[in-house]
């Protein structure tokens, strides 16, 4: 039995999965209540961050176009980029209204969803950041869950929301550092 554990322990999907469990039950303490109900919440109250809620909500929900919103500079509209439109996530949704399958009413669960996941993911990316440098396993998985946790990007959560992904930075220093080539 206590070889079984060992060879588990060592499996990197195991490792992995065992980093992802640790920052889901994170997440549930921290956001549970915004987990249950993603789009009754807005991390922003003015500013920069309601700007990125609405040009984004509005671009999904009004717009035809996928480079062009008419959510600001009426009467001669944008582009949805600088309005901070969040582009991968509007585009998407638009591209699946055009295709028949609205679900603009769910844009604001959805930038929600993707702000608090992507804490998650920078977890992951962290820890595996950790592990190629040879740290061991439990120190990484607990380490790269506080240093997600505190990342200032999750303090950007209610500003401008383009700033918000946790793991943009951390796959950068993967690709950075030559070690993007060993995830497996």
Not at 35 to 52: C, K, M
């Amino acid at each position: 039995m206590n070889e079984y554990i060992k060879k588990l322990y060592s499996n990197n999907k195991f490792q992995y999965l065992l980093t992802l469990v640790l920052s889901a039950i994170l997440l549930v303490f921290f956001y549970g209540k915004i987990l249950v109900n993603p789009g009754e919440y807005i991390f922003a109250t003015g500013g920069d961050g309601l700007r990125s809620y609405y040009g984004t909500y509005y671009h999904v929900k009004y717009d035809s176009d996928f480079g062009h919103s008419m959510s600001q500079n009426y009467p001669f509209g944008e582009s949805m980029h600088f309005g901070d439109s969040q582009p991968l996530i509007s585009d998407f949704m638009l591209l699946l209204k055009n295709l028949g399958f609205d679900y603009s009413n769910y844009t604001i669960a959805v930038i929600n969803l993707m702000m608090i996941l992507s804490i998650a993911l920078g977890a992951l990316v962290i820890f595996i950041l950790l592990r190629n440098l040879g740290l061991p396993f439990l120190y990484s998985m607990l380490v790269a869950n506080i240093i997600a946790f505190l990342s200032p990007q999750v303090d950007r959560m209610g500003g401008i929301s383009a700033w918000y992904m946790c793991f943009i930075f951390h796959c950068i220093c993967c690709f950075y550092t030559d070690i993007s080539g060993n995830l497996n």
